[in-house]
């Protein structure tokens, strides 16, 4: 049990390292150009059988890592979020890609974003973006009044006269999502201007409330959430600090009293 309990403590040093870290990120990034050579079938018919000879050397190194980081965590390896996404994420590369399955061989793309679970800094960046979903649902709910009220008012106003743009309320609500990302806004209002001439009026309203102030708000919230995120992560580092510190004077104790 000691000599076991060792080579967990000598696996977690080895993991933690920054030239483990960047040598598996560097094999990540070999996977994603091998994935990516294989979409070309001209590089397929010439170098097919080494391009999957090498996914298979890579999804084999891809699980003994995952082996030897279940070794030195145990079942607290899945405790960890990060550690079941790099589970599931090279798990679907040993799910058969034939018949029902087949859709899932688009699904090892995924391994790319093994790369967010390798460095900190993409963590802090997705787990802020979590963070961030309540306030984001609630912005989008009241996007979606905004939207649902708009698109009424459009398509009272202008549905006889454009039914392709305005005629129900599904379409005003496509045609004022469209607006709302500033792509071909002009022409539908100039060409609607040309019998309604005051029309600008009404879209020029919906775009300062939607595009600028709700949508900023969606920005506001994610920035926040991370900023929380990274302090929250800056106290657990110093909280981990003070914990190895304590632990190395127990050690110290336990050590000096032995003698």
């Not at 306030?135 to 009272?156: D, E, K, Q, T």
């Not at 005003?172 to 005051?198: A, H, N």
Request: proline share 3%.
């Amino acid at each position: 049990m000691t000599i076991f309990l060792k080579i967990q403590s000598c696996l977690r040093q080895i993991i933690s390292t920054r030239l483990w870290n960047y040598s598996i990120a560097s094999i990540i990034m070999l996977n994603t150009v091998v994935l990516g050579a294989e979409t070309y079938p001209a590089l397929m018919n010439t170098y097919g059988p080494t391009l999957n000879l090498a996914e298979e050397v890579i999804i084999c190194i891809f699980i003994a890592e995952l082996t030897l980081r279940f070794i030195a965590d145990g079942w607290g390896f899945f405790k960890k979020p990060w550690s079941i996404f790099d589970f599931l994420v090279v798990a679907v590369a040993l799910i058969p890609s034939q018949n029902a399955f087949g859709a899932l061989r688009a699904a090892r793309a995924l391994r790319v974003l093994r790369l967010i679970s390798i460095f900190p800094k993409f963590r802090i960046v997705i787990e802020g973006l979590i963070i961030a979903i309540p306030g984001i649902a609630a912005i989008g709910a009241v996007m979606a009044i905004i939207l649902c009220v708009f698109g009424l008012m459009a398509s009272m106003m202008y549905g006889a006269s454009y039914p392709a743009w305005f005629g129900n309320l599904h379409l005003s609500i496509f045609s004022l999502f469209q607006i709302m990302t500033l792509e071909g806004w002009p022409d539908i209002v100039r060409t609607i201007m040309q019998d309604r001439p005051y029309a600008w009026i009404f879209f020029v309203t919906y775009i300062l409330i939607a595009t600028f102030s709700v949508l900023n708000l969606f920005i506001a919230v994610i920035v926040e959430a991370m900023q929380r995120n990274h302090s929250l992560e800056e106290n657990n580092d110093n909280q981990s600090e003070k914990i190895d510190r304590i632990d190395n004077k127990l050690d110290f104790i336990i050590n000096f009293l032995k003698k």
